[in-house]
């Protein structure tokens, strides 16, 4: 079993640890030299439920689960029922658990695959405070060749807090685990890197997105808690301060939305987070900063819809209201990320956006990216920082909203002498003062419309590889599956074009037109039930190709050999 | 506050902008209008280190007709604009204006918030006991038996809202009653509440003549609070006069010494490098 | 009409002071009238605001008297807010709340009168308590100015017809700006 790559997944349930042995595990594996990701999931209690770590490890960077699983390892077997969806086995997958732990809770669904017994249980009440699940980190660790100093140094970082009693304990219990597993199956180990020269990091796209953020310029945040966001905001509350910024735990998403205008209104640069329940109650004061012109950033970390939905799964159902959720016209910037590593990049460009034409942009990142820990390269340093057009010097009268070539005027800033208005949500003319003129109207609508049409993007728009005569077009984290299938693709001589879209509002209709020269057969893939995408690209540009849509809403995230799949149907058919 | 070593006295009249408003002859907004900038003007701050937030109705009219830098808001919000602007930029004088209806009801919230949170800036709130600008609805302060409202011709018959009492408990640092017809006076205790640190809350008893012209009457019921209660700094006493003096005492009803909301923002870029380090493997 | 404004809060105890009041009263009157006629022409009634616009005129003339009066005095200078009058707000000139888009000249003229005569209860509060005789003495000249004022309101104001019941009725429902 030679691999470039390991699937594993861990489940257990009633405060098994499950997710810190999954951390620890990801942690060992990078310091070893392994890229990779882990991401979460667990059954609805707050404390004690049943829990799941998914992970994949490769030798090379990767956006996309595979299509399969390798490895789980179950702490009990009962444990694994709930997360039989997300975990797809094959018959040669190895299924380790512990029979004794399932006596009273149930056992194995019925899944392929290979079983094998390891008394994690027993062999933890042989070391003093001793836990089944760093019985299973070593287990594990045995089985796909992690050095014992490796799981001695994740332990440090990740048990810190608990203390040098408790990572000793784990370190023993480790070792037993190792011990044990020697009588499993062990995993061909693929060359690594361990000591590369490439600087790598271990970050989530929450995280990333928040440097993203502090790296474009924002210093102020007001937000209200929502999953899958929060810990974006908790990354930035203590990150803020270190660069003199602040974040401000606002009553709700309303307060949150009002605050980040007023603080931008008076100069800086502001964002929040939130997700979708959120973004809707907030589609009303976005429209505000539309209309008086005002730039904020308002990341999206979409899950499941609708409504209260499920909120600890991903999903790209947002699309619709982030393009067409504010009342009248109201037209404004909406990016997504593309992966983990994309969230930093996207975010920090959305700041610049933002700010250059004055203007609330929605960054659509999603559940799947914002809380998946990824092992990756360093970043590219970016160079997209705010900066806003200010008026140096002001004549007899200042006209805030003055139209020009661009359709941005220059903003002046609270304490600038001779630049004094009042923004505001009512139309007005060129100095700022209501009016329900019609040129006013015709010509204000006009101004913020151009503003963002006629903005130069380059290349960032959209990520478009290959150049076949077939074309999968994608956006967000779906493009991280649709990359991988194309690459499996393009290794045996097959060249599908990709083309996954960074910038979503405003249409780019000369770009698109120019990726799709050539592109004979066009097939969407989006994670929404009702192929808002499709929709989208529909309405906003003309599709002269034949086209055909593979959709699915959340909560299972695509599959690259789902997506070759219907490749192979269409193309198939078509008797290529 | 401007530190300027020249002290130019402005004009009241200098704060006003060239838009004329168009509230109706008779509104008690007028006399707000000029209480600002008669208080701006004895405070010496120049109109370009003000801001007034404000959010939708007669009274959010407001920053419009003033020489400052302003931000007309939707309905409710003021309060959180206000909040935002006033942390990022502390060196701003922010004052909130706006009404009844969209301070205590669709804006309640952010009401309790912010005098809980007690940032420094003052909320002026035009009382008049009624949704003007949306032709006459009960707002949250009127008065459970007025049955003129379309929407209530019965009357509400609930509770009205007692704002005062509120912000005190809710942590403002000063509570004021005024009446729009002592534009003087009231400019003088906007001076006070403006001055003074945290969430100066100053309720504005202002009629509307369109759709209550009964209130031209208000000014003949108000009296000034006793002496002995003007300006206590004990929350306790306050609070039974807010709660018992039925609406009618005006002046400076509370002066407090509650912790005032102001994280420190300077924003730097320095240090950025150093946050690669929680990422680095 | 309102007669809750008297005197001054407090004794006035100079001729300087008192003419600084005086001064400070026909100020604000002024503004008062300008303000008055900005929002009849908001409001298109015209003849009422070229009646306020006058008005402030005639103030204005007040004003000069005054000015010429205080010739060679050093007058306390506190601004316009920082006098003391009692219930509130100075006596003189239109009084906000007694406007309405509707008003016709003869309103616009009761509103002048009452001014007037508030102004004329002010400084005989001024002469009841005075102190000082300089002060009584003049105290009772402006009484008589004020009374004066008054009067030549009141011929001006038989010129227009007393309006009629129902003259602030207007067959349009009001607006809904937002």
Redesign the interface.
Known sequence: MNRQSLSIALTGSGGSGVMTTGSLLLEAASRSGWYGFMSRSSGPQIRGGEAAAVIRLATEPVESPDDSFDLVLAIDPASLNRFVAEIPLREDSLIVTDSAAGRRSGGLPEVPGRVFDLPMQELAKTVQGGRPNMIALGAIAKMIGLSEASIHSALEKILASKGPDIIETSRVCVQAGLTAGTELPIFDQPQLDGASALERWSVTGNEAAGMGAIRGGVRFVAAYPITPATELLEWLASSLPRVGGVLVQAEDELASINQIIGASFGGTPALTATSGPGLALMTESIGLAVCSEVPVVIMDVMRCGPSTGIATKSEQSDLNIALNGLHGDAPHLVLAPTSVTDCLFTTQWAVHLAEAMQTPAIVLSDQSLGQTRAIVERPADVSFIAKRLVPEQFEDSYYRYAVGESGVSPMSVPGQAGGQYTADG?EHNQAGVPSSMPEDHYSQLEKRERKINDFDYGQHWADLEGSGSTAVITWGSATGPVREALSRLREQGNDVRLISLRLLAPERPLEMAEALKGVKRLLVVEQSHSRQFHRYLRSAYDLTTEVRVFNRPGPLPFRPDEIIQQLADWTGEAGT | MSSDTLQV?LQ??EYKSAV?????????D??VLGSIT?AL??LHIQPENVAIISG??CSSRMPTYLNTYGFHGVHGRALALATGLKTARPDITVIATGGDGDGFSIGGNHFLHTCRRNPNMTYIVMDNQVYG????QASPTTEPNWQKGKLTPAGTGINPFQPLAIALASGANFIARC?S?????T??VLMQAIEHPGFSMVQVLS?C???RPEQ?EW??RLIPAPEEMQATSDAAEAARLLLTDEGVYTGILYKGNRPVYQPKLESSMENIAEFEEEFRI | M?D?IKGPARTIGSTEELLAYSLAMETEAV?RFN??A??????HNYEVADMFRKLAKIEGLHIDNVSRAAEGKQLPSL?????E?Q????PEGG???????L?QPWHAIELAMHGEMRAAAFYRHVADTAVDDGVLKMALELVEEEEEHVELLKKWQERYPKPAEGWDEDLD??A???
């Open positions: 009512l | 006295q009241p009249k004329k408003p168009v509230w109706c002859p008779g509104c008690g007028f006399g008669k003007a004895g939708i109705g600008m949306t032709k006459g009446s017809s002592d534009s003087n006076g400019a003088r009629p003549v369109t759709f031209r000014k003949n | 309102s809750s503004d303000d008055l900005e929002q009849m022409e908001t409001h601004l316009a807010w920082e006098y009058w219930g509130g707000e100075s009084l906000m709340e007694e406007a309405h888009y008003m429902p009001p809904m700006l937002e």
